[in-house]
C-alpha cells in the first residue's frame, strides 16, 4: 500500500469518527426544546440557491454500463 493511500485511508477513518462524535449529543430539556424551535423555522428564502439549482448542469455524470 503507497504512503498516499495509507494517508488518504487515515483520514477517512479520523473524518468518520469526528462525524460520530457530532451526531449524538444530550440536552437538556430547555435547550432540546430551543433546538427543536430553531429546526422548525421555514427556510428563508435563497434567490442565489434558486438560480444555481435552476440552471442547467455543465457536467454530466458517466452512464454506467
Known amino acids: 500500500m503507497s504512503t498516499n493511500k495509507r ?3 487515515a483520514r477517512r477513518v479520523r473524518d468518520a469518527e469526528a462525524l460520530l462524535d457530532r451526531r449524538y449529543f444530550v440536552l437538556d430539556p430547555e435547550r432540546w426544546a430551543a433546538f427543536q424551535a ?3 423555522v421555514p427556510a428563508r428564502p435563497n434567490p442565489r440557491l434558486k438560480k444555481l439549482l435552476q440552471t442547467p448542469k455543465r457536467l454530466r455524470a458517466r452512464e454506467r454500463p
Open 7 to 9: 494517508a488518504a485511508d
Open 38 to 40: 430553531v429546526l422548525d
